[in-house]
Nanobody
Framework: QVQLVESGGGLVQAGGSLRLSCAASRRTLSTYAMGWFRQAPGKEREFVAA????????YYADSVRGRFTISRDNAKNTVYLQMNILKPEDTAVYYC?????????????????????WGQGTQVTVSS
């Protein structure tokens, strides 16, 4: 069992930045691929970014590529999502998730079904 706790959300103006953190309860984060997803009111949960188990491969949704960066510090059991040039359409609850997989392909890692563990989410609100 892995418990994930997100933090770092908040209210920011358009064009601003936030860094989300996802801390894992167990010292085994290196054995999981990690993903960030988001869900806006009335919409389905959507993929944002993913990192392979080693962190050597990352994958992004088209809507955030070039603005968001996923990174991980396995020694600290923490995954980050640096969000720059935020837009009002980025407003959502952001979730981190862990998948026990060696897969590195984006088409696989963007699926919610491959992730076994999810955090409780952190709200990000971008004002125009």
């Amino acid at each position: 069992q892995v418990q994930l706790v997100e933090s770092g959300g908040g209210l920011v103006q358009a064009g601003g930045s936030l860094r989300l953190s996802c801390a894992a309860s167990r010292r085994t984060l290196s054995t999981y691929a990690m993903g960030w997803f988001r869900q806006a009111p009335g919409k389905e949960r959507e993929f944002v970014a993913a990192s392979s188990m080693s962190g050597g491969v990352t994958y992004y949704a088209d809507s955030v590529r070039g603005r968001f960066t996923i990174s991980r510090d396995n020694a600290k059991n923490t995954v980050y999502l640096q969000m720059n040039i935020l837009k009002p359409e980025d407003t959502a609850v952001y979730y981190c998730a862990a998948a026990p997989t060696y897969q590195t392909t984006g088409s696989y890692l963007q699926q919610t079904s491959v992730y076994n563990y999810w955090g409780q989410g952190t709200q990000v609100t971008v004002s125009s």
